[in-house]
């Protein structure tokens, strides 16, 4: 099992220690580093910055949205960083959810998501592999585009600039069993956003067929400190922040996935609670139990004994959010 350092995105502005953590991950042997956006920092401008100031690493947006780019913009991204890098990029992507995407890039969520995933990874792939110009009769993407309110004279075209790899890797977020199915057949690897190793069982049925090579690289919050309770408090914070705040009551992927994970009541709980306004209570509100088996928070030898958990299943890269270079390093040990 390989380690990536998941950076994700900014808050009200960079986080200056960002670079340094990177620098640190690849000075301790880490595989990867990963970017992410929501509705503020872009996924791709910080990775170049990364990029710059290392020289093995491997670089992964984790997530960009793909309601942010069109898929022949999100390709321009990827190739151009794949070159600048010397081929370290990875492509990560996710389709977000209705109220992100509708309230934030003023988009229609698609009506069919895995149709819309679908194609868009197709027309990323045709760019990457630039055999020909690129053409979809697509429901959501389609090249050139043959709508009645455009002009019908678009021309299919290929990149002026040659891909570095056509197998550029990309990956992709799902959360729910048909999309993280459709993701072993059409993706390079699946980037989950929540993962018990003592829940494998959630994900057995979508991941059967796995072909070679296949990344399953879950995100985990790591702290190696004395304290269980403090050090899961942001992992707590997040949990409330994602199933209350990160979707419409009605749909909400983050809340309904903590429902097949075991927690249904508790997910409801603490969307009601975020919902009205009680913020502090829907962080309270997150069980100690759930926060603390997707994370990896504890002494030295506690988290040695739950980091063989997660070595002793499917998962092939674990992406660490990590506050400090000490956890880092303590990570890389306990990993060999």
């Given at each position: 099992m390989r380690l990536g350092l998941a950076l994700g995105y900014w808050g009200r502005g960079p986080d200056p220690g960002h670079l340094d953590l990177a620098r640190e991950a690849e000075r301790l042997g880490y595989h990867s580093v990963w970017t992410a956006e929501a509705w503020g920092s872009d996924a791709f401008t910080p990775l170049a910055w990364i990029a710059a100031h290392t020289s093995r690493i491997r670089l992964g947006t984790g997530i960009a949205q793909m309601a942010a780019r069109t898929p022949t913009a999100t390709a321009m991204h990827a190739l151009t960083l794949d070159h600048l890098s010397g081929g370290r990029m990875m492509l990560g992507l996710g389709l977000s959810g209705p109220q992100v995407v509708e309230g934030w890039y003023g988009r229609p969520f698609p009506a069919s998501p895995l149709t819309a995933t679908r194609e868009y990874v197709e027309v990323v792939r045709q760019v990457l592999r630039r055999e020909g110009p690129v053409e979809l009769a697509g429901r959501?993407?389609?090249?050139?585009?043959?709508?009645?309110?455009?002009?019908?004279?678009?021309?299919?075209?290929?990149?002026?600039?040659?891909?570095?790899?056509?197998?550029?890797?990309?990956?992709?977020?799902?959360?729910?069993?048909?999309?993280?199915?459709?993701?072993?057949?059409?993706?390079?690897?699946?980037?989950?956003?929540?993962?018990?190793?003592?829940?494998?069982?959630?994900?057995?049925?979508?991941?059967?067929?796995?072909?070679?090579?296949?990344?399953?690289?879950?995100?985990?919050?790591?702290?190696?400190?004395?304290?269980?309770?403090?050090?899961?408090?942001?992992?707590?914070?997040?949990?409330?922040?994602?199933?209350?705040?990160?979707?419409?009551?009605?749909?909400?992927?983050?809340?309904?996935?903590?429902?097949?994970?075991?927690?249904?009541?508790?997910?409801?709980?603490?969307?009601?609670?975020?919902?009205?306004?009680?913020?502090?209570?829907?962080?309270?509100?997150?069980?100690?139990?759930?926060?603390?088996?997707?994370?990896?928070?504890?002494?030295?030898?506690?988290?040695?004994?739950?980091?063989?958990?997660?070595?002793?299943?499917?998962?092939t890269d674990l992406l660490v959010t990590a506050p400090d270079p000490a956890t880092l390093r303590v990570l890389a040990e306990l990993n060999g």
């Open positions: 959501f993407h389609s090249h050139p585009y043959l709508g009645l309110d455009g002009t019908g004279t678009g021309k299919p075209l290929k990149p002026i600039t040659h891909p570095l790899r056509a197998d550029l890797p990309v990956l992709l977020g799902a959360e729910g069993p048909r999309n993280i199915a459709q993701t072993v057949r059409i993706a390079d690897g699946w980037l989950p956003l929540y993962w018990s190793p003592l829940r494998t069982d959630v994900y057995a049925a979508s991941l059967t067929g796995l072909p070679p090579g296949f990344m399953i690289a879950p995100l985990v919050r790591a702290r190696i400190c004395d304290d269980v309770a403090q050090g899961l408090l942001p992992v707590k914070a997040m949990l409330g922040f994602y199933i209350g705040g990160m979707g419409h009551a009605a749909r909400n992927f983050h809340a309904d996935l903590m429902g097949r994970m075991g927690y249904e009541e508790e997910a409801r709980r603490i969307q009601e609670l975020f919902l009205a306004g009680r913020r502090e209570e829907a962080v309270a509100a997150v069980p100690t139990a759930f926060a603390d088996e997707i994370s990896l928070v504890g002494p030295r030898g506690r988290v040695a004994e739950r980091l063989a958990a997660w070595r002793a299943g499917p998962v």
